[in-house]
């Protein structure tokens, strides 16, 4: 390379905290990097997945989790590293978490609010029938489990509201 100039390859593997520059442009060379990788690997397993007759999408989650550092950075923590680079991990974190926030305006901004209207009393009575029903039940048995755990008596509705709340909400 020409005098003042850095490889491409000596650029990816600076150190952000050693002693040369490290510029904006750095990162998101990184971080372009990083988002082409993402993209053809999802492309590809996406495409491959679609092929077996399976969901695209579960290629796509599968490519991303094969990008992780599960399965790239356990085979390969060297190429891991070098790509994903803190500062890389935390310009992705801040993009999913606007990606996030602009799927939800999105899913706002096409909402069909009349229908919303007409099913409104339906959908109230599965949420409250998917949480009362459970918690009912939870604490028509909680006397058992009150029993078996030998759960003293001024622990038995603390108890039992406790263990009826954490069944219906999950």
């Given amino acids: 390379s020409a005098p003042g100039q850095v490889s491409p390859s000596r ?11 490290y510029a904006i442009e750095h990162l998101l060379l990184r971080l372009l990097v990083v988002l082409a990788l993402i993209v053809l690997a999802s492309q590809l397993a996406g495409r491959l ?9 579960v290629g796509e ?9 599960s399965l790239l950075g356990g085979l ?9 680079t803190p500062d890389v991990k935390r310009s992705l974190s801040m993009m999913s978490q606007l990606g996030l926030v602009f799927l939800m305006i999105l899913i ?21 029938a998917g949480i009362a029903v459970p918690f009912a039940l939870t604490l028509a048995v909680s006397p058992v489990f009150i029993r078996t755990l030998d759960i003293s008596d001024d622990h038995a509705v603390p108890f039992s509201l406790l263990l009826a709340t954490a069944v219906s909400i999950t």
């Fill in 49 to 57: 997945f679609r092929s077996w007759g399976q969901p695209k999408e």
């Fill in 11 to 21: 650029l990816l593997s600076m150190n952000p905290q050693g002693t040369e520059h």
């Fill in 76 to 84: 390969f923590p060297g190429a891991y590293d070098v790509l994903l």
């Fill in 108 to 128: 706002g901004a096409e909402f069909p609010f009349k229908r919303l209207r007409v099913a409104i009393h339906g959908a109230v009575g599965v949420a409250v």
């Fill in 61 to 69: 989650i599968l490519a991303g989790v094969a990008l992780g550092p």
